[in-house]
């Protein structure tokens, strides 16, 4: 055996040994990049809030910033099980109420969307039809996979809302100050 037919049969071998990776198909892939999207912009506004403000709410009995953020976090480890993916250890329903520290909020954020990332990649283009139970309901997969974008696209308008009205700009849509306006002429009287 030759060289180079010793170099292409060890890379055979090699490859042959990694472990199979289903590769995500064009939905999954469209869902995986908004998810990636719309948690840029969470991770942004979480870190353009003052760590004082993630306590505030709008009203009584109201979410307040870090409730927001962290019941998405809840929402983006509970809804990926209805796809099949394990809610991992340590995610309790209390989280909602009980991490409040900015840098904790926006590192759950993160872990959060990994994780539903990860579970959207891992559906199977064949499965995107088959049927889940969701809030005694019956749901396809590739519904799920909208509800988990819509859901997040939702509380970000939410946490977009309270950071305005707290006087915060969102960072992506903070550019340049506008021009300043010109003077039109005066109507001329015929």
Known sequence: ???????????????????AVVAAGPLQTDVVNELTAVEKKLVGLAEATPAEKFGWRPAEGVRSVSEVYMHLVGANYMLPTMIGAKMPAGITRDMEKTVTDKAKVIEAIKNSFEHTRKAVAAVPDADLDKKVKFFGTEKAEREMLMILVTHAHEHLGQSIAYARMN???????EGPPPAPEKKAAAPKNY
Do not use: C, H
């Not at 006087?167 to 849509?173: D, E, L």
């Open 1 to 19: 055996m030759n060289r180079s037919t010793r170099t292409l049969l060890g890379f055979v071998l090699a490859l042959a040994s990694l472990p």
């Open 167 to 173: 006087g915060i700009a969102p960072p992506w849509s």
